[in-house]
């Protein structure tokens, strides 16, 4: 009868700790998801001044284990007991991952000495992102040795004080650049709980796929086939957004490695102020912009089109310096724009890429439609866009014959004005042009004469009313009238 009690009193023992997570009181609850064994997520509530101890003894009955048998990985290593929550970078929402001990259990140890725990508490450690420092994201070649990168980094006085690496991010989610953090997967399964071999020594190590090894433990069929083969599995680097809530493990974004924190007062190239952060281009000499610079530099560049089409980076800048092999290759970095700007950098970019390959762009007033067409072809039709049928050797509207060249303007010759004027403006503020624009938008030219035709109703049989003319034509193929275009479009 007491050895039955005995079982009660355990069963109900274990379910409290499952309902109450043990007898901790949580004074300041940190609410986190821990991914077990089996692809199984639990939440649970933590306290940040609690160590990594505690949180195993939240976390084992779940696993049914007891709290030795488990380590808990986050960001690509193993957590110590001893360290702190608020310690490891946590945020609301984030996730853990608690896997059960594999050939390592202090229960079956002898009775341990002081310095054989603390030689066991070395095999794990804070996460990345409290041992990462600073000046292993130098803008040196990465190919140089950490010993070269490290080499006067921290010589000032203010930049010796900062301890922690920061990464800046475009976050898809707030849309603006922010603050992000480094996070570790596996490359192959792409799962959490692994720990890397090795820290990141430069940012092509994280950029670069395949640099850094490490273990999985996930228990993925595809790691352990890999693990037999006696093959590397490796890391897998991503960015997060560090100043909203998480959202999974797919929740990433996109890091601007040419934004540094300033850490060696560099003044700006262009208005000499000391800011941080700053914008360091991919350039031998690392030139160094503030970030309001760096949005005029953009923004100047894009008002005259000045953007390079480079074939493998796409529309991008080089460093305003005129250095060598210094074009921006992430251009996510022109997000500092706002978004009007980076509309119009968006729409260039696509004119651009168009007229590369080959394409033209719609002449219409008001449409500019990107056309990829086929080498040969004379008649142009916007068929995605103002349906505007055109010339492709004049780009005017399509004709029957020869190109004729465009009116000389009226007074190209003329004496320069004496007021001081603004050209853009000058340029909006033209009758002539204000004419010509409606003209174009309203009227189609005659195949045949190219007299402007305005239509007025009616069916798309047009018939050209100038002297000596009298071509019959179809307002929307702007062709010869045929029965095609009776049976199509005669009536709309």
């Known amino acids: 009868m007491g050895s039955i009690i005995g079982v009660l009193k355990n069963i109900l023992c274990r379910m409290l700790q499952l309902l109450s997570f043990g007898k901790k009181t949580i004074t300041n609850s940190l609410s986190v998801y821990v991914k077990i064994s089996g692809g199984r997520t639990v939440a649970v509530d933590l306290d940040p001044t609690w160590d990594i101890k505690n949180v195993k003894e939240v976390v084992a009955p779940r696993l049914g284990l007891e709290p ?11 957590l110590g007991d001893k360290i702190k929550i608020s310690e490891c970078d946590l945020g609301q929402q984030s996730i853990l991952h608690a896997v059960k001990v594999r050939g390592r259990l202090r229960t079956t140890l002898p009775p341990p000495s002081t310095s054989l725990i603390e030689d066991i508490d070395e095999q794990a450690s804070k996460p990345l992102s409290e ?8 803008n040196e070649d990465s190919s140089k040795s ?34 992000g953090k480094l996070r570790v997967r596996c490359h192959f399964c792409k799962s959490g709980a692994f720990t890397v071999h090795s820290d990141p020594q430069s940012w092509n190590d994280v950029l670069e796929p395949k640099q850094i090894t490490g273990l999985c433990e996930n228990g993925s069929e595809l790691c352990a086939d890999i693990l037999n083969n006696k093959e590397p599995t490796f890391a897998e680097f991503y960015f997060k957004c560090s100043e909203h809530t998480s959202l999974g493990e797919q929740d990433q974004a996109v890091p601007l490695y040419l934004i540094r924190p300033n850490l060696r007062d560099v003044p700006c190239l262009a208005c000499t102020d000391v800011s941080d952060p700053v914008v360091v281009f991919p350039c031998t000499e ?22 390079w089409q480079h074939p493998e980076y796409g529309y991008t800048l080089a460093c305003p310096a005129g250095c060598p092999d ?73 004709h029957v014959g020869e190109c004729r060249s465009a009116d000389t303007e009226i007074g190209a010759n003329a004496e320069a004005c004496s007021y001081n004027v603004d050209p853009a403006k000058a340029s909006e503020a033209r009758w002539d042009e204000a004419s010509k624009v409606a003209i174009k938008v309203l009227t189609k030219p005659c195949p045949m004469c190219r007299t402007p035709t305005e239509r007025d109703g009616g069916c798309m049989h047009m018939v050209c009313t100038r002297a000596g003319c009298n071509f019959h034509w179809c307002w929307v193929c702007q062709t010869p009238w045929t029965r095609e275009c009776m049976g199509n479009h005669w009536f709309g």
């Open 68 to 78: 030795n048998e488990v380590k808990i990985i986050f960001a690509g290593k193993e």
């Open 131 to 138: 041992t990462l420092n600073d000046t292993m994201f130098s």
């Open 146 to 179: 950490s010993s070269n990168i490290d080499d006067g980094s921290t010589n000032s006085g203010e930049g010796t004080n900062r301890t922690n690496v920061h990464f800046y991010v475009f976050c898809p989610t707030c849309k603006a650049l922010k603050t």
């Open 286 to 307: 690392g030139h160094v912009t503030c970030l309001d610079c760096f949005r005029q530099y953009c923004i100047t560049r894009l008002t005259e089109r000045q953007f």
């Open 326 to 398: 210094s074009f921006i290759k992430e251009i996510h970095h022109f997000r500092l724009l706002n978004d009007t700007q980076y509309a119009q950098y968006q729409r260039f970019g696509t004119e651009e890429f168009v007229l590369r390959s080959g394409g033209v762009l719609c002449p219409q007033p008001g449409c500019g439609m990107g056309i990829l067409i086929d080498e040969g072809c004379v008649k142009v039709a916007c068929i995605n866009g103002c349906g505007y049928v055109f010339c492709r050797l004049c780009l005017q509207g399509y």
